[in-house]
Nanobody, 121 residues
């Protein structure tokens, strides 16, 4: 499977960005699709996930109420709407796929190339 991510960029604190992840060569509906992020000098952490089999969504505590994950099956796309962005959200954001939901990056089989999100104060 391949992912193509887009939508990253620079924004001031309080602003919004929308990330998109388009998947190909994959039975999209059989996977959990997650967004991870990695800030400089830090490990990769899970941000949000949508299980494509049942639509259940998961969020990291620090983004709950600010970020919204959604999917478009017809377009094989998972999006992450990020609102009220803060400097601590600055990171490279990746989408990834695994057969079931997991918070552990090492469990994921397929990864995108990442897109940079920078939030200035």
């Amino acid at each position: 499977m391949q992912f193509v991510e887009s939508g990253g960029g620079w924004v001031q604190a309080g602003g919004s960005l929308r990330l998109s992840c388009v998947a190909s060569a994959l039975p999209f509906g059989e996977y959990a699709i997650s967004w991870f992020r990695q800030a400089p000098g830090k490990g990769r952490e899970g941000v949000s996930c949508i299980d494509m089999r049942d639509g259940i969504t998961y969020y990291r505590k620090s983004v709950k109420g600010r970020f919204i994950i959604s999917s478009d099956r017809a377009k094989n796309t998972v999006s992450l709407q990020m609102n009220s962005l803060q400097p601590e959200d600055t990171a490279v954001y990746y989408c990834a796929a695994h057969r079931q939901y997991s918070v552990r990056a090492n469990d994921y089989d397929y990864w995108g190339q990442g897109t940079q999100v920078t939030v200035s104060s």
